[in-house]
Nanobody, 125 residues
Framework: QVQLVESGGGLVQTGGSLRLSCAVSGRTSSQYTIGWFRQAPGSERVFVATLFRGRTAYYADSVKGRFTISRDNAKNTVNLQMNDLKPDDTAVYYC???????????????????WGQGTQVTVSS
């Protein structure tokens, strides 16, 4: 049983920064994949970034160069550093995890088995 808990959301102005954290509890392997998805009001849940099997970072084109995903093994957390935020980044952000993820599925939310409760990010214009 794996539990994921997001934190760090809030209200920020355009151009500002936020750091989201995903705390991981339970038994995971070194191959465990943790990613971030977001869902704006009235929109579908879309891929943001992931650490594939704990090693390789991948990003959506919309956030590349602005967001950075990283992990802190000592604290069992995965972070999403978000810089140069834009109003279009406004959404509920979800942390998601999976054991045995395959590369071709990393952008598909339906392929992740473990989910956090979400944290709201609002970027004002």
């Amino acid at each position: 049983q794996v539990q994921l808990v997001e934190s760090g959301g809030g209200l920020v102005q355009t151009g500002g920064s936020l750091r989201l954290s995903c705390a991981v509890s339970g038994r995971t392997s070194s191959q465990y994949t943790i990613g971030w998805f977001r869902q704006a009001p009235g929109s579908e849940r879309v891929f943001v970034a992931t650490l594939f099997r704990g090693r390789t970072a991948y990003y959506a084109d919309s956030v590349k160069g602005r967001f950075t995903i990283s992990r802190d093994n000592a604290k069992n957390t995965v972070n999403l550093q978000m810089n140069d935020l834009k109003p279009d980044d406004t959404a509920v952000y979800y942390c998601a995890g999976d054991t045995g993820m395959i590369l071709s599925s990393i952008t598909n939310h339906a392929q992740y088995d473990d989910w956090g409760q979400g944290t709201q990010v609002t970027v004002s214009s």
